[in-house]
């Protein structure tokens, strides 16, 4: 059974900046545990913050996904900061809000996870939503940078397998090209037109 944490949501926040990693994830738990209740002191919080201050505040507000917090999160979008912009997706896609998609799109680059290059909170983001997000995002197979192609291939490669028909993987990959997000331009944009067209079948 979880001990009750006395401390108020205003000492919680001041918890973040703690300078022992056990104690700033205590806090950080406890928040995200007390839900919308610690919505409004992280969302005060953020506009005052710095550093890793903001980005574990950001962190809060994301995983609590409360809705009053959603134009906050959307704002968080367009900061200079790749790990604030991914958090603002995240807790956008947690929310169930209809800027999510598109944030996604914009942010599959943002805040790589360097346990599991080349994932992003994007591409899980765009996991997590399912097939439907297909034809968003496989015109990203011809993105000019080869990181947005890896990771745009990661969620085609992953949510496939989850269409209501069964497919083969590979013979379907063999069969639409052999795609390869690092194969000469003409190659892959050859295959990634015949993954688009495929898609754009399944949707209709």
Do not use: C
């Amino acid at each position: 059974m979880r001990r009750p944490d006395p401390r108020s949501v205003r000492e919680l926040v001041e918890g973040l900046e703690a300078s022992h990693f056990n104690e700033r994830a205590l806090a950080l738990a406890e928040l995200v545990a007390r839900g919308r209740a610690s919505s409004a002191a992280l969302v005060e919080a953020l506009a005052t913050a710095r550093g890793e201050l903001r980005a574990r505040v950001a962190q809060a507000l994301a995983e609590i996904a409360d809705p009053a917090s959603a134009d906050v999160l959307a704002a968080l979008l367009n900061d200079a900061d790749e790990q604030l912009r991914a958090r603002g997706a995240q807790g956008l896609v947690r929310i169930g809000d209809a800027r999510a998609l598109e944030a996604l799109l914009r942010t599959i680059d943002d805040y790589p996870d360097i346990l599991r290059e080349p994932d992003t909170l994007s591409t899980d983001g765009l996991t997590d939503l399912g097939p439907a997000v297909l034809p968003r995002v496989v015109p990203l197979l011809k993105a000019p940078g080869l990181m947005t192609r890896a990771r745009a291939f990661l969620v085609v490669r992953r949510l496939v397998p989850r269409l209501a028909a069964a497919y083969d993987w590979q013979q379907l990959w063999v069969e639409l090209g052999r795609y390869l997000p690092d194969a000469p331009q003409p190659q892959r944009d050859a295959a990634a037109d015949q993954w688009i067209e495929w898609v754009g079948r399944q949707s209709s």
